[in-house]
């Protein structure tokens, strides 16, 4: 074939004439080129792939839906074209529109099932409205079959999921609330037998309709409510490591934190403040400021050795268990937080600590960088300590740093990774936190699962917002 014929096909293939229209699929994006009579000139509009939904053609017509963002706010959009009449019932139409949705989806699945809860009772009360006004609209929009499920009672998402006979079925499992949904539908997951299985197979993702929305922020990068619901549609399957909480005789499954001391009574003691949004942190931490709250206890923790921390793959110790098959919640490696524990484990006494917070994600809510350099599937958590004789001048500067994540450069902030810890409180009662999520004070253990979930990001090339 001529060197001519092969470009005149690809651009056959790229490019489509409808009435009054060009539609070209270029580089990134597709670009309509509009020529409207009223108009001298030709109109021009890019669309990029990533915003596009969905496109479909009757023998006269085709139509495309995408995302149109107006001041940083996705909206469905629509435009339907006049097709050509030698194109109409064509398969050129059906290989251009088969083009555009491979490069719109690329390696995310298109026409998603996804299993939506929604919590009325989230952050300032707000998600119900969020998800009509700007998530519905492009779920529809890119053709998702979507059941919702509005959460009635706390809990209820955790006894749906439960019960779930077809939850394999999903492409995703959508919590539109803050992080106590999330936390609730693993923690509901993990008391089923087949708990392994699912966990590691549904991805669970959020759309932002708390105050914190952790999740969201650090798999798909952003608090906006319309751009969250876009990568849900074009989300990329992506493991994440889970962490198993013992205490007493109860296990819970954390995907996020745990937090004792100063910054947890900062979340926890000043809930009667919720009018406030995000800002009840700041006026609870400016109440500790000078006075900050002693935490003594004993700390054990798993260490891994240093080749852990070069090695991405080093801290898998636990993949040991299948990824076919039907089964529970995996082994606990280093038993619960009533056996005793093995000699390679550290003892260290930490009499007047004020703070312990751990994690696995950078961030733990989107003005939070607690974890800068936390990765979600490398096997560990990290652990950050603050002394409580610290004084004002550097709480300060530690709050002031925490946004941009410059506090760990500071000697009073203690950091490490590891994959298993222990803390033994000294004191009876206070704040603890899983997941953000109150929880009894008393002696707890943690042990990492290595990539044990599964959750959606967002296609590569998206940044930050
Ligand atoms: N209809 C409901 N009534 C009362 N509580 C509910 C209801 N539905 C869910 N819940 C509970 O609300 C709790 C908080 O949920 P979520 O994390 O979504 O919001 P939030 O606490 O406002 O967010 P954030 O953690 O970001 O502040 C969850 O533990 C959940 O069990």
Same mark, same amino acid.
């Given at each position: 074939?001529?060197?001519? @014929? ?7 293939? !790229? ?10 699929? =270029?580089?990134? $994006? ?5 020529? /409207? ?21 009757? !023998?006269?017509?085709? !139509?495309? *839906? ?12 629509? $435009? ?22 491979? $490069?719109?989806? %690329? ?20 998600? +119900?409205? &969020? ?32 019960? =779930? ?25 993990? /008391? ?48 994440? @490591? ?20 100063? &910054? ?43 080749? *852990? ?18 089964? %529970?919640?995996?082994?606990? /490696?280093?038993?619960?937080?009533? @056996? ?14 004020? #703070? ?7 961030? +733990? ?10 990765? *979600? ?36 902030? *203690? ?7 222990? #803390?033994?409180?000294?004191?009876? $009662? ?15 253990? #943690? ?9 959606? #990001? ?8």
């Amino acid at each position: 074939m001529e060197m001519k @014929d092969v470009t005149d096909q690809a651009i056959c293939q !790229t490019t489509l004439y409808v009435e009054s229209a060009t539609l070209e699929l =270029d580089e990134g $994006r597709l670009t309509i080129r509009q020529s /409207q009579k009223q108009f001298a000139r030709q109109q021009s509009i890019q669309v990029q792939y990533l915003h596009v939904l969905w496109a479909h053609a009757t !023998t006269e017509q085709l !139509t495309i *839906h995408f995302a149109a963002e107006r001041h940083k706010v996705l909206n469905a959009a629509t $435009r339907v074209f006049q097709l050509l009449d030698q194109d109409t019932s064509s398969s050129r139409v059906q290989a251009w529109i088969q083009l555009l949705l491979d $490069r719109a989806y %690329g390696a995310s699945k298109p026409r998603k099932h996804l299993k939506i809860y929604l919590n009325p009772v989230s952050g300032k009360g707000s998600a +119900v409205k &969020l998800y009509h006004r700007y998530a519905e609209p492009l779920f529809e929009g890119a053709r998702c079959h979507v059941e919702l499920h509005e959460t009635c009672y706390s809990g209820h998402a955790s006894w749906s999921v439960r019960e =779930d006979r077809d939850i394999d079925s999903w492409d995703a499992i959508v919590c539109c609330s803050g992080d106590g949904l999330p936390y609730e539908v693993i923690n509901g997951i993990a /008391q089923r037998d087949d708990a392994g299985y699912i966990l590691r197979n549904v991805p669970i993702v959020q759309l932002p309709g708390g105050s914190g929305n952790a999740m969201c922020v650090n798999m798909f990068k952003t608090t906006s409510f319309s751009h969250a619901a876009l990568y849900t549609i074009k989300g990329i399957r992506q493991p994440i @490591d889970l962490m198993s909480v013992t205490q007493g005789d109860k296990r819970y499954i954390s995907f996020l934190s745990q937090n004792i001391g100063l &910054l947890a009574e900062c979340d926890l003691d000043t809930e009667n403040m919720r009018f406030l949004g995000g800002q009840r942190f700041a006026v609870g931490f400016l109440q500790r400021l000078f006075n900050p709250p002693v935490y003594g206890c004993d700390l054990a923790v798993y260490n891994p050795a240093s080749e *852990h921390l070069t090695d991405p793959c080093a801290g898998r110790l636990g993949s040991q268990f299948d990824v076919e098959g039907r089964h %529970g919640l995996p082994d606990l /490696q280093f038993g619960s937080v009533n @056996d005793s524990l093995p000699e390679s484990w550290k003892w260290e006494h930490h009499p007047t600590l004020s #703070v312990f917070f751990a994690g696995q994600f950078p961030f +733990v809510d989107a003005k939070s960088k607690v974890f800068p350099d936390a990765n *979600h599937d490398d096997g560990l958590v990290d652990i950050i300590i603050m002394d409580s004789r610290i004084g004002a001048r550097k709480l300060l500067q530690l709050f002031k740093r925490v946004p941009e994540g410059n506090h760990l450069a500071m000697r009073e902030v *203690h950091h490490r990774k590891v994959s298993a810890y222990r #803390v033994v409180p000294a004191r009876t $009662r206070g704040a603890f936190s899983i997941d953000g999520e109150r929880s009894s004070f008393q002696t707890f253990q #943690v042990e990492v699962h290595p990539q044990l979930g599964m959750t959606l #990001v967002a296609p590569t090339g998206v940044e930050e917002r």
